[in-house]
């Protein structure tokens, strides 16, 4: 509080205390004219009422029997009514109004108990108002008005209150005094001698009207006291209005204590510090806030930060040198050259460039996933041959690129299901490297500042998570994982998808601007990696920035490789277990691979193999020692009856007519379909279910519309579609499906369902179809022949035109499974359907088959 703060309150003390002790005054004052009050007495002791008693409305306030009280009349009417009183017997009926804020209330506007008082002192002031002492006298009821012009009057009756005695009363009484007392002490607008006059009172009436009308009371509690009866409820109401009164007295006195202790806490270490600034001068030492600017000066000098940021941070710390220590600005900068001066700038981790090295580190972490090892083998051999070949590059004269810069860096972008390896791949390519790695999640991200930060003029503005990153991690050419990055979100708060544009462009993010420090910093020595399940909600312009790796799931061979390798000893460690107490059988890592997941990844299967080693490790600790050879017994004893059943289910569902197998793409790998055609007396009609969407729905109307004009070769008459309803539906009901590659899938089912041939159980297809039959290319064709060769499949339908992308299906599935290329929907009709008895192949197609080019490099082809 500041000092012309602390006179004004003072001088408002003083003032209202002054208010208090010209009231007491004028209360002694009044004390000469009792006389003349108690003159106008009955012979019961009651004040003689006139038959007309004029009504003064109080706003605001409530006047009490045996009180004396000052009031200020301003209202032209009221003037009126003291002026003919103060003529006349001076009695004048005080009653309260409804409404404070009335000026004229009306006979309806103010309550119907009063106070009869008489007028014992006025003051006229010179703007024309009236000051007036008047002395309650008793309490009455408002019988009737008997007029309302030029003032109120009425008929009025008294109303004497009920007056008790006995022990209870003289405890209530002292209880209040008490509660008065403690009052005066907390409050300094009550004077000493009306405290003391007023706990010197016998009374139980007056002491309860007394303290009523000085203390702070709220209207409608100071009109409920005056309408009470019983004296004894009276003081029961003060008592609890006293003690509400208290507690905010109370309060407000620690509040005010507390913020007095606070003051005087900032005042005492202003001058303490201005002391020790004073004693440090003296002894020739520089003060605290200097020495903090002069090593802030010092971490700028060595951070080796680039010339425009080195410029902005001295510009910042020339401002933080002319703040003092206790504007709220100053924090801010400090925390500012913080980040300025904590960012590796200069710090980078040298590579390890020995190729066989990092070929052997990739193998060991890692099985398989042949591609993505090359990938990074490659990076290392061109940055070893760049640096080799650097000074001799230097020497010579080699023509410039004025606009693109020699890109140093590596933006690649794994896509596969999950659990193949895709975020544990990053950590191992920096081990390869020997450079720091460090990850961050995307998944959920909504907010661009999120990535470039919030602006300075926020309170509580931070650094994006890039720069929060490379902070963390220490070096400006880390390995960089950015998961999950195809399920970014967007909302009001921006694009963060946009917002990494600039991260993973290597033409830009040389000079990366985060909004907090608004000055470039280098990135373009980071090797970025990105994950993602799927590539269509990555938007194009940030696709086509990463470079696309795929990483495909593994065959039931690499699971098994992979689980004896890495799988099983990880969840032996895990366990507790050691190697001689537990040795899983090449067979019973197959059955657990086939009867209990199926998945494209090997999460579930290290949860199960992990279920095993825990039940080993259970009968351990039941005291059953010895080593355990988990076979394909042990695996049904442990893990219960198998899952799945694959190629029995596709048999069994297929065995009848109007089912096909179809191969499908999804974002957890490839997986399988079932499509189901069946007949029913109709008219033309075609149900579609299962969810599918609009390209499946077209895709279904186009089959049928080539099946039925196929109908003479299928052997239907032509009336038989007119005659039939067909149903075709595509489980599970439940999973939405749409795209086109479950064409010649549809066509099949339909086909098989109208000739009442059923589709061979080991044959699963792929295509897209037109309405003149063709069979269009489609993708996804490893995941999907590694779904086929999980469910025990070894027959694939696929388009011609999809040849060459046999070449990518491992070699170990391509030797176990037969590939038919097709071009019509006549050839896969011919190549699904299971031969009428007595007929064979024709030879025209085994021909076409024979005759089909690049067909020596694989038998498995047709």
């Known amino acids: 509080m500041s000092p012309s703060d602390k006179k004004r309150l003072n001088k408002e003390i003083e003032q209202k205390r002054q208010e208090e002790l ?29 038959q007309e008693l004029p009504i003064l409305p109080l706003r605001g306030m409530v006047v009490y029997p045996q009180t004396v009280v000052p009031l200020m009349i301003g209202q032209p009417r009221s003037v009126h009514l003291v002026d003919d009183v103060v003529s006349g017997d001076r009695l004048i009926g005080l ?27 006025l003051f006229r002031a010179p703007d024309g108002t009236l000051r007036l002492l008047v002395q309650g006298l008793l309490r009455f009821d408002i019988k009737e008005y008997t007029a309302t012009e030029p003032y109120l009057k009425a008929r009025v009756e008294p109303s004497p209150e009920v ?44 002491l309860v009207y007394t303290i009523a009308t000085y203390m702070r009371i709220d209207l409608k509690d100071a009109q409920n006291m005056l309408e009470i009866d019983g004296v004894q409820e009276k003081l029961h109401r003060l008592m609890t209005l006293l003690g509400k009164e208290l507690e905010v007295l109370e309060l407000g006195r620690k509040i005010q204590a507390d913020a007095q202790t606070e003051i005087d ?49 001295c510009r910042e710390l020339e401002r933080l040198s002319k703040l003092p220590t206790a504007a709220a600005e100053y924090g801010v900068i400090r925390t500012y050259l913080d980040w300025l001066t904590s960012l590796p700038w200069k710090v980078i981790t040298d590579d390890n460039l020995d190729i066989a090295h990092a070929r052997k580190v990739l193998d060991e ?13 490659e990076f290392l051999a061109v940055r070893k041959l760049r640096k080799e070949r650097g000074p001799r590059r230097k020497s010579k004269a080699v023509p410039t690129d004025h606009i693109r810069r020699e890109r ?15 975020t544990s791949l990053g950590a191992s390519i920096a081990r390869a490297m020997g450079r720091k790695f460090i990850r961050i999640s995307l998944g959920g991200v909504r907010d661009e500042a999120e990535i470039r930060g919030h602006r300075r003029t926020y309170i509580g503005a931070m650094p994006g998570n890039i720069v929060q990153t490379l902070r963390r991690v220490g070096t400006r050419n880390p390995v960089f994982m950015m998961d999950e990055i195809d399920k970014l979100g967007m909302d009001f708060r921006g694009d963060p998808a946009s917002a990494l544009l600039e991260v993973l462009d290597p033409e830009q993010n040389s000079e990366f601007r985060d909004h907090y420090l608004d000055v470039p910093f280098d990135l373009s020595q980071v090797m970025f990696i990105t994950t993602a399940n799927q590539l269509e909600p990555i938007p194009g312009p940030l696709r086509d920035r990463m470079e696309i790796l795929h990483l495909s799931g593994y065959t039931e061979t690499e699971k098994i490789r992979i689980a004896s390798q890495y799988l099983v000893p990880r969840q032996i460690r895990e366990s507790g277990l050691r190697p001689k107490e537990i040795k899983f059988t090449d067979e019973a890592l197959l059955a657990i691979v086939r009867d209990h997941t199926r998945e494209a990844g090997v999460r579930n299967l290290e949860r199960e193999i992990g279920a095993v080693c825990r039940k080993v490790v259970t009968r351990i600790a039941e005291g059953k020692t010895g080593k355990t050879t988990v076979g394909v017994k042990a695996v049904r004893e442990f893990l219960g009856k198998p899952k799945y059943h694959y190629l029995a289910e596709v048999e069994e569902r297929t065995n009848v007519p109007g089912v096909a197998t179809g191969l499908v793409w999804t974002p957890v790998g490839g997986d399988i379909i079932f499509v189901e055609a069946a007949q029913m007396p109709g008219g033309k009609g075609f149900v579609l279910t299962g969810q599918l969407g609009n390209v499946m729905q077209e895709s279904a109307r186009a089959a049928l ?61 792929t295509g897209e179809i037109t309405l003149r039959g063709q069979v269009l290319p489609v993708g996804g064709l490893k995941e999907k022949a590694l779904a086929a060769h999980r469910f025990g499949l070894d027959t694939i339908i696929l388009p011609k ?18 590939f038919v290329l097709v071009e019509r929907v006549d050839q896969v009709l011919e190549h699904a359907l299971s031969k009428p008895a007595g007929s064979s192949k024709p030879a025209k197609t085994r021909k076409r088959a024979k005759t089909q080019p690049d067909q020596k490099k694989d038998k498995r082809v047709e």
Not at 112 to 118: E, M, Q, R
Not at 164 to 169: D, R
Not at 267 to 279: D, V
Not at 740 to 754: D, K, R, V, W, Y
């Open 22 to 50: 010209d009231t007491t005054e004028l209360v002694k004052a009044s004390d000469e004219d009792d006389q003349s009050a108690l003159a106008l007495t009955e012979d019961d002791g009651l004040p003689r009422i006139p």
């Open 265 to 313: 806490k900032v005042q005492r270490e202003y001058i303490l510090r201005e002391q020790l600034k004073a004693i440090k001068r003296e002894l020739g030492e520089g003060d605290e806030q200097q020495l903090e600017v002069d090593e802030i000066r010092e971490k700028i000098e060595q951070s080796g930060m680039p010339e425009e940021a080195e410029k902005e941070a």
């Open 801 to 818: 035109r999809n040849e060459k992308d046999i070449d990518d299906i491992p070699e170990e599935v391509r030797e176990k499974m037969k």
């Open 705 to 765: 519309s080539y099946v039925r004009s196929r109908a003479g070769d299928l052997g239907l008459g032509e009336k038989w579609f007119s005659k039939h309803d067909i149903h075709l539906h595509v489980p599970a009901g439940a999973v939405p499906k749409d795209g086109p590659s479950a064409g010649i899938t549809m066509a099949t089912a339909l086909a098989s369902l109208l000739t009442q041939r059923p589709v061979s159980g080991n044959v699963a297809m």
């Open 408 to 422: 140093e860096g590596v933006i690649l972008c794994f896509v596969g299901p999950p659990g193949v390896g895709k």
């Open 365 to 377: 972490d890692h099985y398989g996933l042949e591609d993505v090892k090359e990938r990074i083998l």
């Open 95 to 121: 009653v309260a109004s409804h409404d404070p804020e009335n000026e004229l209330p009306g006979p309806d506007e103010i309550h119907k108990v009063g106070t009869l008082a008489a007028v014992h002192r």
């Open 163 to 206: 007056l008790e005695t006995g022990i209870e009363i003289e405890a209530l009484m002292r209880n209040i005094g008490e509660q008065f007392r403690r009052m005066g002490e907390l409050s300094p607008n009550l004077p000493g001698d009306l405290l003391s006059s007023t706990l010197g009172l016998e009374d139980p009436l007056q």
